[in-house]
């Protein structure tokens, strides 16, 4: 039986042969006087679909009249919505999939590529701070249920709300996942010092609710619901009405976005949000391209006890759980004090529009000066967004971390 899924297959691209061979060779040959190039989107995680498809957007718009690109989606991709949205705004076409295919076969195709992830989910030309078109927009349709759910919770368009998104390792495990990445049972602990408890949240969400924000704490496939109530503390991750429009708009709309650091904070990214990052490791992946403010996990020498100085954070920019164990260093979470502490500031900043202390404004530009000098950052970001920084809280509570 094994033979005739391998019979259909070979079949299939022959008959896309008949066809896409004779339109390759045409686009080999009205070159330069017209470039049709074709190819897709990372559609596995939302992450690189998202960053990659608001980077083509903005393209676009420069691209010079002669240049046509055609595009082609799977069927199964991490985000539906998302992928409406691209099909509203590019051409993407079901047969660009047979002409990728054969394209990239023959010889001379580079130049009539799409690359199929451009960003690795990082703006590391600032193209979305640089560009002043507006993202993708939402239907009415759509902008209007999305709305109608959210009032259903209670909200009113008046009231601001917030985004928090705590990865944990349930979505990276999950059998959805799993399947497409077509790497069945695959083991994604090494990434586990990514991971946060939720719980540690909870005091910052009860105080974002009673002082009057809606609190929607985000996730596709999460390991344990909030264990604090509050009418303005939505557990979205399990709301059975969670849907692929709501995760995106959502996202696009929230006064603040908090996270841990996953892919789907990406969208407040595109959409030009302000974002606190919170349990951020490593520090190099830090997005200064956004508007954002970042505090990273406490990395402790386990020797010593001693935090690690900004500099041996940078010299030890690990990407594996058990590279950090190796190297002797122990990693831990961000009190819920801390986190309180700075979501309080950030919240602060941006809804009260409250001044700087001169001792903070002296601890941001002492953090941009270090920043602007470390050699890996340098190497692998080209643009430094004005806004992004470091939490004053972090650097408050450790003084000696820059020197």
Not at 47 to 63: E, M, P, R, S, T
Not at 126 to 135: D, W
Not at 237 to 247: C, H, K, Q, V, W
Not at 320 to 343: H, K, P, V
């Amino acid at each position: 039986m094994k033979i005739l899924p391998r019979v259909y297959y070979i079949f299939k691209h022959a008959i896309n042969a008949i066809w896409a061979i004779p339109l390759v060779i045409i686009m080999r040959i009205i070159y330069p006087f017209i470039l049709i190039r074709v190819g897709t989107f990372n559609t596995q995680r939302v992450g690189h679909f998202v960053l990659d498809a608001a980077h083509h957007f903005i393209k676009q718009h420069n691209y010079k009249a002669n240049v046509v690109n055609w595009y082609w989606l799977p069927d199964d991709v991490c985000n539906k919505q998302w992928a409406k949205m691209i099909k509203r705004n590019f051409y993407v076409f079901k047969f660009v999939r047979g002409l990728d295919r054969w394209n990239k076969i023959i010889p001379g195709g580079k130049k009539h590529s799409r690359p199929f992830s451009e960003t690795n989910s990082n703006d590391v030309e600032g193209l979305v701070a640089k560009s002043k078109e507006k993202m993708m927009e939402f239907l009415p349709s759509e902008d209007k249920k999305a709305r109608q759910w959210l009032q259903n919770q209670g909200w009113n368009n008046s009231d601001s709300f917030v985004c928090i998104m705590v990865r944990d390792s349930m979505y990276m495990n999950s059998d959805n996942f799993q399947k497409k990445v077509e790497r069945g049972n695959y083991d994604w602990s090494y990434q586990s010092y990514r991971n946060s408890e939720v719980h540690t949240f909870e005091d910052a969400m009860l105080w974002l609710a009673d002082n009057g924000v809606y609190v929607l704490r985000m996730g596709k496939t999460m390991s344990n619901p909030l264990g604090v109530k509050h009418h303005r503390i939505i557990d979205y991750a399990f709301n059975p009405e969670r849907s692929d429009l709501l995760d995106i708009w959502l996202f696009s709309k929230c006064r603040l976005c908090i996270s841990t650091g996953s892919g789907a904070d990406v969208v407040s990214e595109v959409y030009k949000k302000p974002i606190l990052f919170l349990n951020y490791l490593p520090i190099t992946g830090m997005h200064i391209w956004s508007d954002s403010v970042h505090m990273p996990k406490k990395l402790f020498w386990r020797k010593t006890k001693k935090l690690l100085s900004y500099r041996e954070y940078i010299e030890n920019n690990y990407s594996r759980t058990d590279e950090y164990i190796s190297s002797g260093i122990d990693i831990a979470d961000l009190s819920s004090s801390e986190i309180m502490n700075a979501i309080q500031n950030r919240w602060r900043k941006i809804i009260l529009d409250e001044e700087e202390s001169i001792s903070d404004i002296e601890l941001r530009e002492s953090f941009s000066n270090t920043v602007l000098y470390a050699d890996k950052f340098t190497k692998y970001n080209g643009f430094i967004n004005t806004k992004f920084g470091m939490s004053p809280v972090f650097l408050r509570n450790n003084p000696k971390w820059l020197i």
